[in-house]
């Protein structure tokens, strides 16, 4: 996966386009659907530096992207249309039965709001569920196509988890928008956040979300984040998280311990 930057190519009146890193079918790993079959659409650029990321291939776009369908992989060439996105969608998921739930990921996928504008009606109109998976740092990007996706997974990026940038006023924004459609909230939970992070956020859900699932997701080691959190500290922000918001779930990522993509 080497070559050329690209950028989200949008002239004129023709059609978006995004650049992807790669399409997949397989179980999610995390979040309100975990243990689900889905398709992966993964689309290029990330201008967040989370300490604990594990998909750092996804930072920037490259000439080509890869799809994994019937056992093989084959690549191809960046960017591509909402067409060519949902004819990849449709290789990946072949022979799994049909109109699988696609999960728009990245990356992050709110960098290309256009292409996803034109991408989500047509996935739904082919009867499929689409989620978006996004950090919630775009909420002005957001706001126009919120009633696109039929899920919505944002991750809550607290201060000590991340190498730069404070987002949580624009998650407070976000999760005014998305708080009233089926929302998933996930918090990365690592050794060195303090309780105040977590606090905060419940907070900022119970305000603006109150019927979203919150997350409680004990780190994964990747990146610069290089042990779990410890037991006895899960256990305690379970506590804080049950006693705040209505609706909570503690959970590793999955994909990682089945060795899944």
């Known amino acids: 996966m080497t070559g050329r930057t690209l950028k989200t190519t949008h ?18 790993g995390e979040g309100a659907y975990v243990g689900e079959r889905q398709v992966f659409l993964r ?4 201008p967040l530096r989370c300490l604990y990321c594990d998909t750092e291939r996804s930072w920037r776009a490259t000439a080509r992207y890869r799809v994994f369908e019937n056992g093989s992989v084959r690549d ?23 109109d699988l739930t696609v999960s728009v ?90 309780e105040e992070e977590l606090v905060e956020a419940l907070e900022c859900v119970a305000e603006h979300a109150p019927d979203a699932l919150f997350v409680l997701q004990p780190v994964t080691p990747a990146r610069r984040v290089g042990r779990r959190a410890r037991p006895e500290k899960i256990r305690r922000f379970a506590e804080i998280a049950f006693g705040r918001v209505r609706r909570v779930r503690v959970l590793p990522q999955i994909h990682p311990i089945l060795r899944l993509r």
Request: overall charge neutral.
């Open 105 to 194: 990921t990245g990356g992050e996928p709110l960098v290309h709001p256009d292409f996803l504008a034109a991408l989500a009606p047509r996935l739904r109109a082919e009867g499929r569920r689409v989620h978006l998976e996004t950090a919630g740092a775009h909420p002005d990007r957001f706001e126009p196509i919120a009633t696109l996706f039929d899920h919505v997974s944002m991750d809550w990026k607290a201060p000590s988890t991340m190498e730069r940038g404070d987002f949580r006023e624009r998650h407070r924004r976000f999760l005014s928008l998305a708080g009233g459609g089926d929302l998933a909230v996930k918090f990365v939970l690592t050794s060195a956040v303090p």
């Open 11 to 28: 002239v004129g009146r023709r059609a978006p386009t995004a650049p992807l890193v790669e399409v997949f079918a397989s179980i999610q």
């Open 76 to 98: 191809a060439k960046n960017p591509v249309s909402p067409e060519m996105a949902i004819a990849e969608i449709a290789a990946a998921e072949l022979g799994l039965g049909k």
């Open 43 to 46: 689309l290029a650029i990330c």
